[in-house]
């Protein structure tokens, strides 16, 4: 039997798409001692969106949770990956869960337009601030991946039967620019740092021996990838 406080399976939750059908993913990780994990949630209902920008939304996260029988109550943790809007958009939703987040993210988005559109999500809660890489709990651990924006973190995952998952995050969006040399930075607020933090994760799921890198928004990995209610384990 597993450890009680091991991994035992990750859901991969596609709640939206943006143009040009890129998914909108958040993810659910449950644990053998009956705690729920989630990391990110997505957009915020249409009537929050800026005019103009039209993403396909689907079910919500709390509703995809739903499906699970898990109510919002039933989360025990909130990993901010980081307060972009196609990240952070339901956090109220889940106001007693435990919210982690890089000091460095928060301190910076207090001040940064750029996370603006989310600032009602975040703004008035209490976090649990990380400053670097950090072993949440045994099996998980958060990787500091600045570069896309300031104090964006990554995700590693160890499962029992799928080995390591590395979420990647907005740190790399797609598998086209998990390499050493990408050059490819449009969406990041600074390159050098998002190359580094690229280098850093091809180190770690090489010395991981990862089984799968999930990266932010690949569409043609994702028709791959195991949806909700599936899942790996």
């Known amino acids: 039997m597993p450890e009680p406080t091991s991994i035992l399976r990750l859901y991969l939750i596609q709640v939206a798409s943006l143009p040009g059908d890129y998914p909108v993913v958040c993810y659910l990780v449950q ?68 919210a982690v987040v890089q000091k460095a993210h928060y301190d910076d988005a207090l001040t940064n337009p750029r996370h603006g559109l989310t600032r009602s999500q975040w703004d008035a809660r209490q976090f649990r601030f990380v400053e670097g890489d950090t072993e949440l709990i045994p099996g998980l651990e958060l990787i500091d991946t600045n570069g896309h924006n300031v104090g964006h973190q990554s995700v590693l995952v160890r499962l029992p039967e799928t080995g390591a998952v590395l979420l990647a995050i907005d740190a790399v969006g797609a598998q086209s620019d998990f390499r050493a040399n990408r050059d490819d930075f449009s969406r990041d607020d600074n390159a050098e740092a998002t190359l580094a933090s690229t ?18 928004h690949d569409r043609e990995q994702w028709k791959s990838l195991k949806k909700l209610p599936d899942y790996y384990n």
């Open 31 to 98: 644990t053998g001692d009956g705690k729920n994990i989630l990391i990110d949630t997505g957009l915020p209902d249409a009537a929050a969106l800026p005019p103009g920008f039209e993403p396909t939304l689907g079910k919500t996260v709390v509703e995809q949770l739903a499906a699970l029988g898990l109510q919002p109550g039933d989360i025990n943790t909130l990993i901010c990956t980081h307060f972009d809007a196609d990240h952070a958009g339901h956090h109220s939703d889940f106001a007693n869960a435990e």
């Open 199 to 216: 280098r850093r994760l091809l180190d770690l799921a090489q010395r991981e021996n990862a089984a799968l890198v999930v990266f932010g």
